[in-house]
């Protein structure tokens, strides 16, 4: 069996020297398949927590509360079969909404693919909507979002923005 086109005699003969030189130059230099996970994964109890404070707007001893608070599931599994921690997915999905990143830049911190932090966040961010979505339908019937509170939050977010 062939392990080249360049070994295919008949191709050979149909091809000018430029086009051979261009078929080796393909199979001699072909781009090494990018191993995200070689710094190792994501992990929340291996980054300072300033840093993760920076990183996702939460303290890190939260991130665990959050998860369960939010009854994410112990492990989410991505379509393609990639299961990540609950910690994991929250983090991707909040480092999202903390800044505006591209999927690509994100692939360094977390050590996966950008299609994997894609549908990590797209499963985080259906998981809060089908699990609480139905707290936002109707915002007349929550008596803490009245206009004091409102302004009491709003006071507290420009307060906390300056620091």
């Not at 840093?51 to 492990?75: C, G, Q, T, Y």
Request: aromatic share 8%.
């Amino acid at each position: 069996m062939l392990k080249s086109v360049l070994q295919e005699p008949r191709l050979m003969d149909a091809l000018r020297w430029d086009e051979i030189e261009e078929l080796f130059a393909l199979e001699t230099y072909k781009q090494p398949r990018r191993c995200l996970s070689s710094r190792g994964l994501f992990s929340v109890d291996e980054v300072d927590p300033n840093v993760f404070k920076m990183l996702f707007r939460f303290r890190k001893s939260d991130i665990h509360v959050l998860a369960n608070a939010l009854e994410i599931p112990k492990n989410v599994t991505t379509p393609r079969r990639v299961r990540l921690s609950a910690e994991e997915a929250l983090c991707m999905g909040l480092r999202r909404l903390a800044f505006p990143n591209r999927l690509y830049d994100l692939e360094g911190l977390f050590g996966r693919h950008s299609s994997v932090i894609s549908s990590a966040c797209i499963l985080v961010y259906d998981h809060i909507v089908d699990k609480f979505g139905h707290l936002l339908a109707d915002l007349t019937t929550h008596k803490w979002l009245g206009a004091g509170n409102l302004k009491v939050l709003a006071q507290v977010i420009t307060t906390n923005s300056l620091h």
